[in-house]
């Protein structure tokens, strides 16, 4: 089973910074996508920023501009810096992997435990 163990996070104020790492571990073959999403007390999980495997990027339109994901593979470790930090950014942050565990295995998806991310006005 993958585990994916995040770092980061804490309190900050409006205008600050923060970063948030993630790193999976367990038996897995490759990694495809890893990414973070957040969840905001009464919101549904949304989708924060993705990387893939071969780079490529995609960003929510709230946090475009603001936000910066990258991986490195041979770590097996998602990074996202969070800059502009506003009072809305307060969630907890989650990071998610899509995996496969063998050569043409079907894709797994396994999240981690989440962070807290607090932004004060």
């Known amino acids: 089973q993958v585990q994916l163990v995040e770092s980061g996070g804490g309190s900050v104020q409006a205008g600050g910074s923060l970063s948030v790492s993630c790193t999976a571990s367990g038996n897995l073959y490759h990694i495809n996508v890893m990414g973070w999403y957040r969840q905001a007390p009464g919101n549904e999980r949304e989708l924060v920023a993705v990387?893939?495997?071969?780079?490529?990027?995609e960003y929510s339109d709230s946090v475009k501009g603001r936000f910066s994901i990258s991986r490195d593979n041979t770590k097996q470790t998602v990074y996202l810096q969070m800059g502009g930090l506003k009072p809305e950014d307060t969630a907890i942050y989650y990071c998610?992997?899509?995996?496969?565990?063998?050569?043409?295995?079907?894709?797994?998806?396994?999240w981690g435990q989440g962070t807290q991310v607090t932004v004060s006005a």
């Open positions: 998610n992997a899509d995996y496969s565990i063998h050569p043409f295995g079907r894709l797994q998806t396994s």
């Open positions: 990387i893939r495997s071969d780079g490529t990027t």
